[in-house]
């Protein structure tokens, strides 16, 4: 799964609703505070085993991508408010 979907996805889970509703106008675009394609090309496989960690904030949580295929939501506003996802199929 493409990392881009799986910050979409981890979202979802984590506030117990579907992936389709995490769209405009109740959730701001992902392309607003990072560019999808970018995000995806950075996790792509490579040649050699590379080791790669993406942190941003999105909707009030703090998202960290990580070239393992983890997907870590981290809740801003709640001392231990987080979960993970994995994006793997």
């Known amino acids: 799964m493409a990392p881009s979907q799986a910050v979409i ?3 979802a889970a984590h506030e117990g ?3 389709t509703d995490v769209e405009p106008p ?3 675009p992902l392309y607003a505070v990072v560019n ?7 996790f792509q496989p ?3 085993s590379t080791t790669a ?3 941003l904030e999105y909707e009030g949580y703090e998202i960290t991508v990580c070239s393992d295929g983890r997907v870590d939501v981290n ?3 709640v001392a231990d408010g987080s979960i ?3 994006l793997e199929d």
């Open 53 to 55: 960690r993406v942190v």
């Open 36 to 42: 999808p394609e970018a995000l995806d090309r950075l």
């Open 9 to 11: 996805e981890a979202i």
């Open 26 to 28: 109740a959730y701001e």
């Open 46 to 48: 490579a040649a050699g």
């Open 75 to 77: 809740d801003r506003s």
């Open 17 to 19: 609703i579907d992936v």
């Open 84 to 86: 993970e996802f994995s």
